[in-house]
């Protein structure tokens, strides 16, 4: 595609999973590139997957898409503040971008990368295009250059990996603050956004919270109503702030494993995954937090879960596109055909193993499950029913509303053996799962009652 550079060509700066004005080194570098050049500036939003899967579901479920936008209108309303909008492509097609860039004739495009296939292979048609495209990183807590290996030797176990960066004392950058320095709005021809259906986010557009929050026995803690966005990044920072001014955190060890507790475990990987909320910002605070009260070993796992997240970051910068074949890294695996009714059965809660139905319940109707429940409802996936990993991990995409592809993936890979742990695969004993972590049968009546919602 041959471009020629007209004088109001713009900084565009892509959001992808990173919808948040606070720490944004990709951001800062776009506007500042904006202003020394004289040029005008463009946000521009590709919102996740609309399309359906082999499966037969969309990509990204009604309740995932709701957060999302609530995150994107969190982002519209920041940006408003600086006199910018946040525009919204309809979706990462070949033809939309195309479409995209002859309407404006970037100048560059500044990202914030998600090292997974599909996300790497938008920004590859458009380096193909010729257009200059500057990615700053790829949203983990040390930056390639500080690692004590290079992202091409990444160690494959996860121990391993944890132990170098420990040993190894690298700081963490601490978090940027808010850019101050904005150049113009980039103006759009007339006519161009309705000829491209584009639009603009409506930084007042309200929050589906009925959907969010609708089903009362979720297990998660939202803010009250009226701090919508929900999904915003002013609502991250609260939320981080509320769970380590409650003690959460000093307690973390003791109560990541609980089943139902909307105070267990941390919940940043809601707003982590839009990327409203940084790791290093959560980080930072999480630091902050131990320098006033002291250090816990619940502070400290906290620190050893955010690694994980990097773990499977990284694994991906490195292994890409070959971690999502079927048998993942694994030399073979063999095939495994579906069975519809397996599916329908595992999706809907209707195993007949009642943990497990439970989990598949509580997904389907809150878009979240502690990370035992994960575990568990995966293992019984591929362990039990024989499935495709793949399967599972779609099922997962579009119902989690914190859905990340490179923890998804990390993750369903290393329950099924075909990623990089050499322990070959982790079986979860549904019963002693159960027993272990819901003695007392709350959890499962939590789920498996009649629901009694009008
Ligand atoms: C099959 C399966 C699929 C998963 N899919 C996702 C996913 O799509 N998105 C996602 O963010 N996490 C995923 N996880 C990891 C984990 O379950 C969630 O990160 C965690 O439950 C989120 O809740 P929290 O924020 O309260 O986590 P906390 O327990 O409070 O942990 C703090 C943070 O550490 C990171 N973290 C914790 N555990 C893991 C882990 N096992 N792998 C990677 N990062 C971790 C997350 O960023 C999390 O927010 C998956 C786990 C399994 C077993």
Known sequence: MSRSLPLGAPVVHLFIADLRLHDHAALHAGLAQALAEGRPWLA??????????PWGWPRTGARRLAWWHSAAHGLAQGLARHGHPLWCLPDGTTATL???ISACSPAAVHVLEVPAPEERAVL????????????????????????????????????????????????????????TRWPAAWQPAENIADR????????????????LAGDARHA??????????????????????RYLDGGHARRYKATRNH????????????????????????????RAHEAAHGATDGTYWLWFELLWRDHFRWLHRRFGAALYRARGLAPHAPPRPLDPQRLARWMQGETGCDIVDAGMRELAASG??????????????????QGDWRVGAAWFEAQLLDHDPCSNTGNWLYIAGLGTDPRGGRRFDPRKQAAQHDPDGAYRRRWLAPDTRP
């Open 44 to 53: 521009l939003w590709l919102p996740p997957p609309a399309q359906p899967t």
């Open 98 to 100: 195309q479409a995209w």
């Open 124 to 179: 590859q048609t458009l380096v193909a295009w010729g257009i200059p495209v500057h990615r700053h990183g790829i949203g983990t807590l040390h930056e390639a250059a500080d690692l004590p290996f290079t992202p091409e030797a990444v160690p494959t176990v996860f121990t391993a990996f944890r132990q170098a960066v420990e040993r190894a004392h690298t700081p963490v950058p601490g978090p940027l603050p808010v850019p």
């Open 196 to 211: 491209l259906g584009w639009r603009c986010l409506d930084p007042q557009a309200p929050d589906d919270t009925a959907l």
């Open 220 to 241: 998660l803690p939202w803010p009250p109503a009226d701090e919508a966005p929900w999904g915003g990044e002013a609502a991250a920072l609260r939320h981080l702030q």
């Open 259 to 286: 089943l139902a507790d909307p105070w267990g475990s941390s919940h940043w990987s809601l707003w982590l995954a839009t990327g409203a909320l940084s790791p290093r910002q959560a980080l930072a605070a999480l």
């Open 368 to 385: 979240y499950l502690s990370n035992r429940m994960r575990q568990i409802v995966a293992s019984y996936w591929l362990h039990e029913l």
